[in-house]
């Protein structure tokens, strides 16, 4: 299975833009990296309407979220930003009809 089966994505630089999660089937989704690249952003309404999803996780020093990149994830419950630094950015509202959430965790641990 190759990356672009699952994501939309665009490398840049080094670092991967996540445009969109085409499928996936598992209760955990790590965001960390894409093979060895880091991801930086997730855009607008990449990750939608994946109903199986119950934990975010994301490991990396910097990322930055744009507004409802996180929509109709209605069995999340845990995001884990364990590793982000102060160079991250995250835009208003990046979790849109998301109601279940009750664990959220940034910074370093």
């Known amino acids: 299975m190759l990356a672009s089966d699952f994501f939309d994505y ?3 630089g080094g670092e991967v833009v996540v445009k969109k999660v085409k499928k996936w089937e598992c ?6 990296s894409l093979g ?11 990750i939608k309407d994946l ?5 975010l996780t994301f490991n ?4 930055s979220l744009e507004a409802s ?15 982000l630094d102060s160079s991250s950015r995250f835009a208003a509202n990046p979790f849109l ?7 959220l965790r940034s ?3």
């Open 10 to 12: 665009e490398l840049k």
């Open 27 to 32: 209760p955990e989704l790590d965001l960390s």
């Open 36 to 46: 060895t690249y880091p991801i930086s952003r997730i855009a607008s309404h990449a």
């Open 51 to 55: 109903n199986q999803v119950v934990s």
């Open 60 to 63: 990396q020093p910097h990322l």
């Open 69 to 83: 990149c996180f929509e109709n994830l209605h069995a999340l419950r845990r995001v884990d930003f364990a590793e």
């Open 97 to 103: 009809n998301c109601p279940n959430v009750t664990y």
């Open 107 to 109: 910074g370093t641990p």
